[in-house]
């Protein structure tokens, strides 16, 4: 497991919850440093050592204030389906465990495109790109939901069009089925490793188009449909 220097806290979530709204003050203060222990644990999201699960016990014993009122509130937090319980791991965060599940599979691709770019000797300017990002020459038989809305790089034009400039557009492989095209502005490679991880963390893909926005770029959510061929 990487190691990373934050979690992104969504206030939205926070304030809108409604099982963590029914919980005390104290109770909501114990999950903020819970969470922060969850964060560093070995297992993300989980409050495991050496392969074993905390009780909540320990975890009253871990947390700042008197181990007595934070069980208290631990306890409140379980009953509440604040902190999850799981049989053979224990105690968890299940907006974080998600977030690092989805944070593997993004290594796992990254891994794959390294691996593949590394055995490409075609000269692209994809080959160049971080391993997430890549041009759409395999896309042609593929066409986009609605026409692009211009935020300074789009000239009305379709993804798919912008897509024809592999030079200044990639494609930001998201989840199964959904993208992001982004303008690389003709950089060989558009984002720090730094950047690469705040991405990987994103829950869902508003918040990494927010994110990619917020560092100068031009991005639009991608949702390719496939043409259906005529009948016969």
């Known amino acids: 497991m990487s190691k990373l220097a934050a979690f992104q806290f969504y206030p939205g979530d926070w304030l809108k919850d409604p099982a963590l709204s029914i919980c005390s003050p104290g109770a909501r203060g114990v999950w903020i440093d819970v969470l922060c222990l969850m964060f560093e644990s070995p297992r993300r999201g989980y409050l495991i050592t050496n392969g074993k699960p905390w009780?909540?016990?320990?975890?009253?014993?871990?947390l700042r204030g008197h181990p007595s009122a934070n069980l208290l509130f631990l306890k409140e937090l379980v009953r509440n389906g604040v902190i999850r319980e799981d049989k053979k791991r224990g105690y968890?965060?299940?907006?974080?465990?998600?977030?690092?599940?989805?944070?593997?599979l993004w290594r796992g691709e990254k891994r794959r495109q390294l691996i593949k770019n590394?055995?490409?000797h075609s000269g692209t300017h994809s080959a160049n790109l971080p391993p997430v990002l890549h041009s759409s020459s395999s896309s042609s038989n593929l066409t986009t939901r609605t026409p692009l809305t211009p935020l300074g790089g789009g000239n009305g034009l379709?993804?798919?069009?912008?897509?024809?400039d592999k030079r200044n557009?990639?494609?930001i492989a998201w989840r199964e089925g959904e993208s992001i095209v982004i303008r690389t502005n003709g950089k060989r490679r558009v984002f720090t490793r730094r950047q690469e991880e705040d991405l990987s963390i994103c829950g869902i893909v508003?918040?990494?188009?927010e994110k990619i926005r917020g560092w100068g770029y031009w991005a639009e959510r991608y949702v390719p449909v496939k043409h259906e061929e005529p009948p016969a």
């Open 206 to 209: 508003e918040n990494a188009i």
């Open 158 to 164: 379709s993804h798919d069009d912008l897509l024809k």
């Open 118 to 120: 590394k055995g490409s």
């Open 92 to 104: 968890f965060s299940a907006r974080m465990a998600r977030d690092e599940h989805q944070r593997e």
């Open 169 to 171: 557009y990639g494609i």
């Open 55 to 62: 009780t909540l016990e320990q975890l009253s014993e871990a």
